[in-house]
Nanobody, 124 residues
Framework: VQLQASGGGSVQAGGSLRLSCVASGTIDVINGMGWYRRAPGKQRELVATISSWGITNYADSVNGRFTISRDNAKNTVYLQMNNLKREDTATYLC???????????????????WGQGTQVTVSS
């Protein structure tokens, strides 16, 4: 299973970006999906998650500014980021909990998979 994130870039404070993350490979079922971020010198932190039923959860720091969504038909999770602030500058990582098929017919394995990250830089 591979996750490919895109959509990062450089914007001024108050601007918007939309991140996308596509999952591919031997996917049987995608459970929860989410976005995390890691700023220089800081630990990775949760930004937003969305369950397979569409239940969302946000970090307090982005609540009301960011919106997570998913398109199950496309195995894709999105993060719409509005009113960006300098403190949102980070590498954004997508995550998915996936039940993946194995080489043994009928046997699956569930685990967490991570994308490579996409850089978001916000300047004042």
């Amino acid at each position: 299973v591979q996750l490919q994130a895109s959509g990062g870039g450089s914007v001024q404070a108050g601007g918007s970006l939309r991140l996308s993350c596509v999952a591919s490979g031997t996917i049987d079922v995608i459970n929860g999906m989410g976005w995390y971020r890691r700023a220089p010198g800081k630990q990775r932190e949760l930004v937003a998650t969305i369950s397979s039923w569409g239940i969302t959860n946000y970090a307090d720091s982005v609540n009301g500014r960011f919106t997570i969504s998913r398109d199950n038909a496309k195995n894709t999770v999105y993060l719409q980021m509005n009113n960006l602030k300098r403190e949102d500058t980070a590498t954004y990582l997508c995550n998915a909990n996936v039940r993946a098929r194995t080489i043994t017919p009928g046997l699956t394995r569930t685990g967490d998979f991570w994308g490579q990250g996409t850089q978001v830089t916000v300047s004042s």
